[in-house]
């Protein structure tokens, strides 16, 4: 069983930044995928970024050039990086893995960006 663990999110305001952690239970570097989604008040839970095991990388528009993910295999842990927020990236943010088939969420956490 994998366990995913948020930690990161706050209050920032406009035009701030935010680094986003995630950390696994077990080794990140056999997961085939990780990333981000993130569910607003309301609204459906939307892909934010994720990483493959073969190093590719997806960015949601409306975060490209701001948010950059990044994994340390060392530490079993995924990043966000949040830079240039928008109060339009207020939300809960989940990690996720897949592994063989099976997908795993953490609990999320909350990120507030006030204008």
């Known amino acids: 069983q994998v366990q995913l663990v948020e930690s990161g999110g706050g209050l920032v305001q406009a035009g701030g930044s935010l680094r986003l952690s995630c950390a696994a239970s077990?080794?990140?570097?056999?997961?085939?995928?990780m990333g981000w989604y993130r569910q607003a008040g309301g609204k459906q839970r939307e892909l934010v970024a994720v990483?493959?095991?073969?190093?590719?990388?997806t960015y949601a528009d409306s975060v490209k050039g701001r948010f950059t993910i990044s994994r340390d295999n060392a530490k079993n842990t995924m990043y966000l990086q949040m830079n240039t927020v928008k109060p339009d990236d207020t939300a809960l943010y989940f990690c996720?893995?897949?592994?063989?088939?099976?997908?795993?969420w953490g609990q999320g956490t909350q990120v507030t960006v006030s204008s």
């Open positions: 077990g080794s990140i570097s056999l997961f085939n995928a």
């Open positions: 996720y893995a897949r592994l063989w088939g099976a997908t795993y």
């Open positions: 990483t493959t095991s073969s190093s590719s990388v």
